[in-house]
């Protein structure tokens, strides 16, 4: 017995292992947490403490892996403060399977959480060789006018790739990337999303905007276009920021989203995934709220989680 026994758990791994290398192309979430990640640095609330205590409770901020199996090739959309941490966990995740570095790097804008790990790259820690960050044409000046960016750019740590809004780039026979633009606030460079097209799957990734109905597309419409779509959940309500003017940093509250979707079927809404939470939005931390908002039949994404 314990010969079969063994026989079959290591069949059962084989299986899982070639499961993974034959499938077709997915998206890992590396990270769901706003740009300051959680716990966030200088909260002494309720909201960060137990994180604080309990390292399995820490999230990373906002980030994921586009992965195309049969060509052994990754993409990683945003270059956060963890990412030294995220290409780890990857790499765990995957088994080794892929290269520790991806194909290139994709990134929406220039606030704190999505592009400062590029530090990384350069000649004091890893001084990876023309490694492409993809960006449009705004991010590509403040990265190559701007130190410590235009040192990467410089000593050809980075290459970076420039992305023009509304265009499709194929990765690989089955994977494109189209490049679209979101109003936020642009203080540094603009603000891109991305749609992933992958074989019959569409994946939509809105990060960060300031409000829906500044966008001149209809975000119901883009929705329903998409499988999965990983959309701007920083806020759950207004109330977040009692010491601040939440103004000063617009987002679309998760309520006022549930609002604009609130006739639409099951079928729509099953597509949304929440993501980029700031270390307020009970969603991170508030198990009963969390459980309550799902029982209603809204999502999350969760870090690890494959699409």
Known sequence: MRTSFYTILFLFFFHVSNAQESTGSFIQILGIAQDGGYPHAGCKKNCCAMAWQHDSLQKFVVSFALVDPAAKKWWLFEATPDIKFQLQYFRDLTRGIYNYLPEGVFITHAHIGHYTGLAQFGREVMNTKELPVYVLPGMKDFLETNGPWSQLVKL???????????????????????????????????????????????????????????????????????????????FYEGNELPERKISEVP?????????????????????????????????????????????????????????
């Open 156 to 234: 050809k740590n980075i290459l970076i790739t420039p992305l023009k809004e509304d265009s499709v780039l194929l990765l690989t026979d089955r994977i494109r990337v189209k490049t679209f633009r979101v109003p936020h606030r642009d203080e540094f460079s603009e603000t891109a999303g991305f749609k992933i097209s992958s074989g019959n799957k569409v994946y939509l990734f809105i990060p960060d905007i300031d409000k829906w109905e500044k966008w001149n597309r209809n975000i119901i419409d883009e929705v329903k276009l998409a499988d999965v779509a990983l959309l701007d959940g920083t």
């Open 251 to 307: 987002h679309p509250l998760i309520t006022e989203t549930m609002e604009l979707f609130k006739n639409e079927g099951d079928m729509v809404k099953s597509k949304i995934f929440f993501i980029h939470f700031n270390h307020t939005n009970p969603l991170l931390w508030n198990n009963e709220v969390k459980a309550e908002f799902k029982k209603q039949g809204w999502r999350i994404a969760e870090q690890g989680e494959v699409f």
